[in-house]
T-cell receptor, first 113, second 111 residues
């Protein structure tokens, strides 16, 4: 089975800190995604990457950046954390061209205080 | 419009009953409609999916009904079981690789 591993289950950070969320997948998938999950809003796409060093903005990229230096690793960066970025962050991967079945990690619950 | 509207937000069904969750969309360019199931502490997992050229897809107790003209699709869970208690998300694919998700439905099956 494909595994998508997110490095932290829970994180607490201070306002203004630079925050790194790490995601690693072990099945050589081309596509990787970062979503945030908020009650009543569902999952919203922040950024995605379809190849090493390639990235595209999703629907809510403001305040975030990403890095993909290796195929298996996709990092989400909060340049200066703010309280409105408190959320559950989910990483996912999928295989191109059969990119319909996303495999999600278990999520990182980030609290910014 | 890259949006999918899902209802209800929460649903309580008795064991053995039918659970029905509805989704509606506007963008006719969507070409793939999956449903995801999420248990507490886990990421969402693909449950079942349908393409718009099919009106119904069934996998075990789970059925997707798709109404292209109304731009609506729904998930039916027959003979609902306590183990089906989870949050369910509908989604739609746009562009080459991106999914847009509904708001989610928290389903509780009472024993």
């Amino acid at each position: 089975d494909v595994k998508v591993t997110q490095s932290s289950r829970y994180l607490v950070k201070r306002t203004g800190e630079k925050v790194f969320l790490e995601c690693v997948q072990d099945m050589d998938h081309e596509n990787m995604f970062w979503y945030r999950q908020d009650p009543g809003l569902g999952l919203r796409l922040i950024y995605f990457s379809y190849d090493v060093k390639m990235k595209e903005k999703g629907d809510i990229p403001e305040g975030y950046s990403v890095s993909r230096e290796k195929k298996e690793r996709f990092s989400l960066i909060l340049e200066s954390a703010s309280t409105n970025q408190t959320s559950m962050y989910l990483c996912a991967s999928s295989l191109y061209p059969d990119n319909y079945g996303y495999t999600f990690g278990s999520g990182t619950r980030l609290t910014v205080v | 419009q890259q949006q999918v509207k899902q209802s209800p937000q929460s649903l309580i069904v008795q064991k053995g009953g039918i659970s029905i969750i509805n989704c509606a969309y506007e963008n006719t360019a969507f070409d793939y409609f999956p449903w995801y199931q999420q248990f507490p502490g886990k990421g969402p997992a693909l449950l079942i999916a349908i393409r718009p050229d099919v009106s119904e897809k069934k996998e075990g107790r789970f059925t997707i009904s798709f109404n292209k003209s109304a731009k609506q699709f729904s998930l039916h869970i027959m003979d609902s079981q306590p183990g089906d208690s989870a949050t369910y998300f509908c989604a739609a694919k746009y562009g080459a690789q991106k999914l847009v998700f509904g708001q989610g439905t928290r389903l509780t099956i009472n024993p």
